[in-house]
């Protein structure tokens, strides 16, 4: 089992910054791919970003392409979300997740393992 959590979350100025992490225990993450998606009231939950777990190759929703920035350290079994400019539509409860088999634009159901999830605000 693995268990994920997330940290970071927070209420921040429109323009601002946040960065957010996720450790996992449980067992070392090996050729996983790892994920952050966001759900906001009302909404579903949709991708935010994913990463390989060389973390050469990453996927960015078009929403956030350029403002946000996912990463991974597997000697911390951890991944990390920048956030940068943030706007008030990025306001949701961002979640983590673990795909042990899957790709970058593997179905949010090919994840095995999610975090309890984090609240990020973003006023105007």
């Known amino acids: 089992q693995v268990q994920l959590v997330e940290s970071g979350g927070g209420l921040v100025q429109a323009g601002g910054s946040l960065r957010l992490s996720c450790v996992a225990s449980g067992r070392a993450l090996t050729s996983s791919v790892m994920g952050w998606f966001r759900q906001a009231p009302g909404k579903e939950r949709e991708y935010v970003a994913t990463i390989t777990w060389s973390g050469a190759s990453a996927y960015f929703l078009d929403s956030v392409k350029g403002r946000f920035t996912i990463s991974r350290d597997n000697a911390k079994n951890a991944a990390y979300l920048e956030m940068n400019s943030l706007k008030p539509e990025d306001t949701a409860v961002y979640y983590c997740?673990?795909?042990?088999?899957?790709?970058?634009?593997?179905?949010?159901?090919?994840?095995?393992?999610w975090g309890q999830g984090t609240q990020v605000t973003v006023s105007s």
């Open positions: 997740a673990v795909a042990d088999v899957g790709t970058l634009y593997s179905p949010q159901a090919r994840y095995n393992y």
